[in-house]
């Protein structure tokens, strides 16, 4: 059973950079898409970006100025940095797989982050 | 970019109701549309993709069907699981984008 875990700071001050890491486990990290989602208290879903396995990227307009997706085959984990982290950015952030549809199969838990002085 | 509009954006139903949520797309959009299911506190859980197939695992009272631009989600009899907040989602040249959500609690 594919499972994701995202780890990371569940607190960051304004202005700096937020770094979380998806470990995957119980599948191949080959041949799939792997998202960043995020979703603020009591809001919706917000899609941030993805890295393909072999490294290419797509990220959302909204954020593709702050965003770096990477991903680390050889530790079966990828990686999520945002820059310049405002109050707004506050949320829980999913890691998720794609498939070739990029339908999202397996989800992480959800880490909270809170940007917070 | 595509914008995905969710009606309602909030329902109430009793358990054994059919339950209908459209989704619809501000342009012409590919198949790839999938539905999630979140439950308070809990990542959402893919229930359909490309607009009509049934994800593994998932009971056979959910199904999607695609018409153009509209997309809907019918739940067929409503079970006292099945109260949470729906999500649809596309795929385009840019971007995911995920529709605003419909809530669907008990009457």
């Known amino acids: 059973q594919v499972q994701l875990q995202e780890s990371g700071p569940g607190l960051v001050k304004p202005s700096e950079t937020l770094s979380l890491t998806c470990t995957v486990s119980?599948?191949?990290?080959?041949?799939?898409?792997w998202s960043w989602i995020r979703q603020p208290p009591g809001r919706g879903l917000e899609w941030i970006g993805y890295?393909?396995?072999?490294?290419?990227?797509k990220y959302n307009p909204s954020v593709k100025s702050r965003v770096t997706i990477s991903v680390d085959k050889s530790k079966s984990q990828f990686s999520l940095k945002l820059t310049s982290m405002t109050p707004a950015d506050t949320a829980v952030y999913y890691c998720?797989?794609?498939?070739?549809?990029?339908?999202?199969?397996?989800w992480g838990q959800g880490t909270l982050v809170t940007v917070s002085s | 970019d595509i914008q995905l509009t969710q009606s309602p954006s909030f329902l109430s139903a009793s358990v054994g109701d059919r339950v209908t949520i459209t989704c619809r797309a501000s342009?012409?959009?590919?198949?790839?549309l999938a539905w999630y299911q979140q439950k308070s506190g809990k990542a959402p859980k893919l229930l359909i993709y490309?607009?009509?197939t049934l994800q593994s695992g998932v009971p056979s009272r959910f199904s999607g069907s695609a018409s153009g631009t509209e997309f809907t989600l019918t739940i067929t009899s409503l079970q006292p699981e099945d109260f949470a907040t729906y999500y649809c989602?596309?795929?385009?040249?840019?971007?995911?984008?995920f529709g605003g959500g419909t809530k669907v609690e008990i009457k």
């Open positions: 989602q596309q795929r385009d040249t840019f971007c995911l984008t």
């Open positions: 998720a797989r794609g498939t070739g549809t990029t339908a999202l199969d397996y």
């Open positions: 119980g599948g191949s990290i080959g041949s799939y898409y």
């Open positions: 342009q012409g959009i590919s198949s790839y």
């Open positions: 890295v393909y396995y072999s490294g290419s990227t």
């Open positions: 490309a607009a009509s």
